[in-house]
């Protein structure tokens, strides 16, 4: 399938060469049955695959996927220095499966990647919800110990991260970014687990206590990204109120 999103390189970035994170990872998405969307919790999100203001150009794309709320892709060109992209999703409330969340920030000076699976269900007491998610995903983290190198300030978003959590921030050398692609690798890697193991292995949830259970901890993790994520600041500035207020209600949800 080709992708539908413009190409990295028409979006002009100045002093390097930024990762085509897009690009690499649209051949892993573009194997679910993607239906884009027009409309998502009642906003217009047509106008987000189009972004151009003074401060930031770029795109926000939305699917609906079969057991998955909404799928979003976003690749956002901040003054042509910082650039942002992110692949998200997670279970509709018929499902308890773990919410995917990965990203890379490039600027000139450094790279930073996260990737990670949030549980939604207590896997102290729920061990078997661990074994069945996220143990498999031990090889693939241990793999990439080399690009792992960070560890995220903020109290809250520790709260709830996986025991398979990943992150790293690398600076080029000597303005030497070839080391860069394996921090996509990692992504990639993470990402073809999530749509190859655990969407598949996904089935209702039968019980409405559980249900509820999900509904409240999903809400909160997403509450806590619009509200204390420090990117919110200056997605709200460079878009402004209306659209950027849009991007965050769509982008944690």
């Known amino acids: 399938m080709q992708s539908p999103f413009p190409s990295s390189d028409s979006f002009a970035v100045e002093g390097y060469k930024p990762q085509p994170f897009p690009e690499m990872l649209w051949p ?11 409309t998502y919790l009642g906003y217009d999100v047509t106008t987000l695959r189009n972004i151009k203001t003074p401060m930031v150009e770029g795109y926000m794309m ?5 057991k998955v709320k909404r799928l979003s892709l976003s690749h956002l060109v901040f003054m042509k220095r910082m650039v942002f992209s992110e692949v998200g999703m997670g279970p509709n409330e018929d499902y308890d499966f773990p919410l995917f969340s990965s990203e890379l920030v490039e600027n000139p000076a450094n790279a930073h990647f996260l990737a990670d699976m949030h ?8 061990t078997w919800y661990r074994e069945k998610y996220l143990d498999p995903l031990d090889s693939i983290w241990k793999e990439y110990q080399d690009v792992n190198n960070d560890i995220n300030p903020n109290p809250w978003y520790r709260a709830f991260q996986s025991p398979y959590s990943i992150s790293g921030r690398h600076k080029p050398q000597d303005g030497d ?3 860069f692609p394996r921090i996509i690798e990692c992504l990639v890697k993470y ?4 749509i190859g193991n655990v969407l598949p292995q996904a089935t209702p949830i039968e019980s409405p206590e559980v249900k509820e259970y999900v509904k409240k901890r999903k809400y909160s993790i997403m509450e806590q990204y619009r509200t204390l994520d420090p990117g919110a600041g200056p997605i709200m500035k460079s878009l402004g109120i209306e659209e950027g207020k849009k991007l965050l209600e769509v982008l944690f949800s």
Do not use: G, P
């Open 62 to 66: 939305i699917w609906a996927v079969d």
């Open 177 to 179: 970014r070839s080391f």
């Open 119 to 126: 549980a939604m269900r207590d896997i102290v007491i729920d």
């Open 191 to 194: 990402l073809e687990y999530y």
């Open 28 to 38: 892993v998405l573009s194997k679910l049955d993607l239906k884009l969307m027009d």
